[in-house]
Structures are given as C-alpha cells and as structure tokens.
C-alpha cells in the first residue's frame, strides 16, 4: 500500500447530516454532504433513501440509538415519536429482519467510503462531547463494520473550535456551542500557544432543530381545521423548510394537512424562544464545571445548523454580552473540516510547523464498586487525556481465591446508583483477609476508551488487562462483530451481482 491509495477525511457523523471533509490540497474541504438517512428495505441511503417504501423502513437519527441499551432505547423512542419500530436496541423492519444502529451507522459509513474506490479510507470521526464510552464504541465498530480506519474520535465542539483556532489569539476563553439537529454540546476551550485545552463539556441530546421542527408542526397542526394530533415525517419536513426560510426572511408559510398555515418571525420567535433559552442553563453548567465566570470568555464559536436561527444567536448573545461570537465558518461544514485539520496533523511529517495539539478531558468519573457498595473513583470527570491512575485495593474476605472488578461510571458515593460499564473477575492467591493488594489501574485515551489493568500485589503477580468495550447489551461482541460483517459482504455481493 502506497501513499497514493490512501485518502484521509474528517467525517461529521451527525444526527442528521453527514458531512466529509478531505485534508488533500491547501486547506481541508468538504466533498460530500447527505441526509443521515437509511432504508431499511431497497437498502439505499442519503436523499434516495426518502424515496419507496414505509415509514417503519426509512430510519434517521439512528446515532441516537448508538451505544443505547435495550431500556435506554425504548426511553428514547418514547420522546421522539419515530414511526419506526424497535425491539430492545434493533431496528425492526416491515421484512421484520432486525438491525443494530451500528449497522445503520456503517451504511451512511459505507456511502461516504464509496466516494474513493479503490482506496484505503482513513478517518477522524466526530462525536458528540457528552457520548459515553459505550457510544463512541459503537462509532468505532460502525467504523469497522464499513471497512473504514479511524485514527480518532474527536469531540465535535474540540472539531468546530479547531477550524477557527488560526484566528483565535493565545491565551484565549473559548466557549464553542454545537447546536445541531438533534443535541446541543459544550466545550469551554483554552488557546495556549499552538494549544487547545478542554476544560469542561456539557449537552443535551435533546435539544436541537428536529425538537424546533416538532414544534412548529404541533403549534401549525392547531391551526388548522383538522383534529389530528399525529405529526408524520412529511409534516416535519415541511416545518423544517419554513424554519430555514425564517432565518432569511420574515414571514412564511407551512405546508400542512393540504392547508396553508401563515408564520411570522415573530411568532416562530416566540414560540421557540422558550426552549432555546435552556441553552443558558447549559452555558452556566460548562462555566462552573471549568471553573469560569461569564467574563472571562473571550469567543464564543457557535457551530451546527440549527445555530443559524436567528433568536439563539441573540440569547447567547445575551448571555455571553461581552465575548465576540465568531463567523465566517459554514455552520453545517465546520466539524467535518475541523476533523479533517486534526487529522492532518496528526498524520503529518513531525517537522511541520504550526500544527495545534489537542487536550480533552474525561467525560465523567469512572472507578470501581468496593464492599459495601461504596464508589471508589479513579478517574475523575474533567481529568486531561489521556489519562493513566492506579490504586491499590484489598482483599475483603479470607482466603477468598478471586476478586470481582466491578468497572462503574457516575457521580454518586454509591456504586449501585452509577452505571455498570463492565466486569471482570481475576484469580488470586488465597490469603487472609486485607494482606493482598490489587492494584487496579485505569488507563483512558484520547477518545475516552478505556483500559483497566488488574495487578496481584505479593501471590503469583497475576495480571489480567481488560478493555472495557462492552457495556451489558450496548456494544457488539467479537461474534457478533463477525456476523455483522458477514451480513454486510453478502449484502454488497447482492448489490454487484
Ligand atoms: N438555515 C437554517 N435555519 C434553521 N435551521 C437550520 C438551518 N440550516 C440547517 N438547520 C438545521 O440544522 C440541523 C442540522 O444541523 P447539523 O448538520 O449541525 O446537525 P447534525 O450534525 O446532523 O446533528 P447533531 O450535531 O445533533 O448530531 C437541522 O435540524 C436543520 O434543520
Ligand atoms: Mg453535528
């Protein structure tokens, strides 16, 4: 393999769109953008997968479902009222064949791949700050199940900042919001040098454009003659068009139930206002978690389409009065191309100059669940990346010849009330209570995958290394992984003959 049959891309998996940035050339360039959009039954993905076939078959927002367990996933489907149908964490289509939001992540993967044939695809994914270790496994397996290599995940608010970061002086507050069509995610990010530093991150995968297009689709559907309450895909779309209008002019009109239904800006103001403004509320969370006040935040970068309606520009504005917000970016593109910067540097000769490293932090604190259910942390929530910390544990019982890790992730003092992301049980030499040490060490890379080490202090010395991938029923196993693998050959086989 030559240098030639690789291409390098930044990949903006996005709730909604997805969006390729190629690194060839001077500057990094978006070369591809389509619906995150998969059917289920004539397999076609993108705009084409709107066309033939029933709703329960046309799947969007599937990374909504990535990482979820099957009482997660339900949660989920309760709130966003897809005409979809699920079992547990699969996708149930009318053929009633089942597939995982992996898979369906690895169709939109598979359509960007197909753009270079011939080539080795590598990639920097994107992901959302706030995905937990389960989700950004799923991405990674997507990745896999597509035949793509991915050197990273990059966190979508460090992506947006990092295309601006030529403009930004060092010493820099940076708070970036990525408002997009299905979360919101925070960073608040330092500019030291050639440097970015995350200091906190913090979102709502409930808060972007498909949340305002409901909206607008319930508030048109009583204004019009009819009794329905049901609010179909068609509706959503038509709301969605006279939202983007709204942003360049000052009246429209939605398309509904074969009715017209007149909207003003005024009025599609005021109706979105109020949940727009909880942006505020995650805006003070990300400063106290790092630590700022509201003046010390010199640029606010705001990046996703929905940061281009009109009224959240004005309540950041008036929350934040004395940062500058930053333009100039194309807010759909700017993550793609930040990912394709990151991993230019990345992949570039160490001679080169100017290239900007990046710092993340751990999204949430891990540890381990100690007798008496007591939540012994060992890496910290905002800890930088990556990260590598140790402790040492004693036996509990006498004699007691295995001792079980249980790996949790939360907040709370009680390990029964954090989550569970995995468990494993090592041998060890029998001996009285308290005089044999473990020593268990977390390791955390940069895109928060996590490895954890179990050492036996004194006995055999017995070491057992377990990345934590799988968290009970949300990731794929190795088997599973092959059979997914299988059903995508005989699927591409299908499509060639
Ligand atoms: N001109 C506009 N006015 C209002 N909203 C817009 C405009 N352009 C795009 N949007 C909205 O932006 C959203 C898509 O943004 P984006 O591509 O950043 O989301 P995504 O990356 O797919 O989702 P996420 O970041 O939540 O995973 C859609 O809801 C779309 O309707
Ligand atoms: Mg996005």
Redesign the pocket.
Known sequence: MTESDIVRIGI????????VATTEGEVPKVCQQFP?IVNLSTNKVGEKAKIDGKPQDIIYEA?KYMGATAVEAATITKEAHHPYKMDGNMFVGTDKTKTRPEELSAALLKEVKANFPGKQVEAIITV?AYFKDAQRQATKDAAELAGIKVHELLN?PTAATLTYTDLVPSGAKILTC????????ISAITKTDNKLKVEATSGDPHM???Q??RMLANWALKKTKKKTTTVTAKMLEDC?RA??L???QDQTEIQILGEKVKISLVEFERLVRPFLTRINTYIDNTLELAEWTRKDVDIVIL???????RVLREIVAEELPEASIMNGVD??EA?ALGAAHRLRALTAPPEATGIVMVTEIAGETIGVGTLGDVFSPILWKNTPLPATRTLPYKTSADFQSQVLIEVKAGDDCWASNNRLLGVFHMEVLPMPRGELTVFVTFKMSVDNILTVVATEDGGLRRKKTVCIKKTGDRNLTKEEMSICLAKAEKAAAQEIS
Not at 12 to 19: A, I, K, S
Not at 303 to 309: K, N, Y
């Open positions: 903006d998996l996005g709730t909604t769109v997805v969006v995150a990374k959302p979508e990525d408002v997009g069509g299905g979360t919101l995610d972007g454009g498909r305002i297009d969605n939202k983007h709204l942003t360049t990046a996703g389409g929905t940061s281009r309606v807010e759909d993550i």
